[in-house]
């Protein structure tokens, strides 16, 4: 079973600061890697799928890098509205399994 | 607007059963993989099952694999999540999702609100 690994599992920042979290998977995922994003008490949003792709509608200061192993999810200048908590998933095989989160607050 | 609606969660004691349902609505149901996602409390995601659009293919994390059931009745356009043997580390908020891949492994889309189920003696 792939193994995802996050990191930071939280992290404290400014308005307008750039946020990055990373990804880990513990074997080659190709770019079948996305990120979601989840407010206190809400079900968690899709925001970028195949490790780079945009939803539609996701605001365009949210972007994601990476393939194979590493990734990387960035917010470019971060927002009050943009406190959540952030997974990565895998979907190379089943069993598919998601990081184990990123709680992002503001400092 | 994509609407999936989660149900039958509750307060059930270890051992026991339970049946989640998950109505769609706004969307061709049949043409999409479906997806159940739980969440503990104060905890991460965790992928449990999917089901591919016909319902042929049935996928299920190791926790749950032989104790509970993923379906669909593409007519009614709903999917389930039939649960047996449930012990305390099944409490969760489940949560059932769309995949718009055929294979029902892709990405996570559109998301129901989650129903919670609690397993206490």
């Known amino acids: 079973d792939i193994q995802m690994t996050q990191s930071p599992s939280s992290l404290s920042a400014s308005i307008g600061d750039r946020v990055t979290i990373t990804c880990q998977a513990s074997?080659?995922?190709?770019?079948?890697l996305n990120w979601y994003q989840q407010k206190s008490g809400k079900a968690p949003k899709l925001l970028i799928f195949d490790a780079s792709h945009l939803d539609p509608g996701v605001p365009s200061r949210f972007s994601g890098s990476g393939s194979g192993t590493h990734f990387t999810f960035t917010i470019n200048s971060l927002q009050p509205e943009d406190i959540a908590t952030y997974y990565c998933q895998h979907y190379n095989h089943f069993p598919l399994s998601f990081g184990g989160g990123t709680k992002v607050e503001i400092k | 607007e994509v609407h999936l609606v989660e149900s039958g969660g509750g307060l059930v004691k270890p051992g026991e059963s339970l049946r989640l349902s998950c109505s769609a609505s706004a969307f061709i149901f049949s043409d999409f993989g479906m997806t159940w996602v739980r969440q503990a409390p104060g905890k991460g995601l965790e992928w449990i099952a999917s089901i591919v659009p016909s319902g042929t293919d049935k996928y299920y994390a190791d926790s749950v694999q032989g104790r509970f059931t993923i379906s669909r009745d593409n007519i009614k356009k709903s999917l389930f999540l039939q649960m047996n043997t449930l012990r305390v580390e099944d409490t969760a908020v489940y949560y059932c999702a769309r995949d718009p891949c055929r294979s029902a492994k892709c990405y996570l889309n559109s998301w129901g609100q989650g129903t919670l189920v609690i397993v206490s003696s």
């Open positions: 074997q080659d995922i190709n770019i079948y």
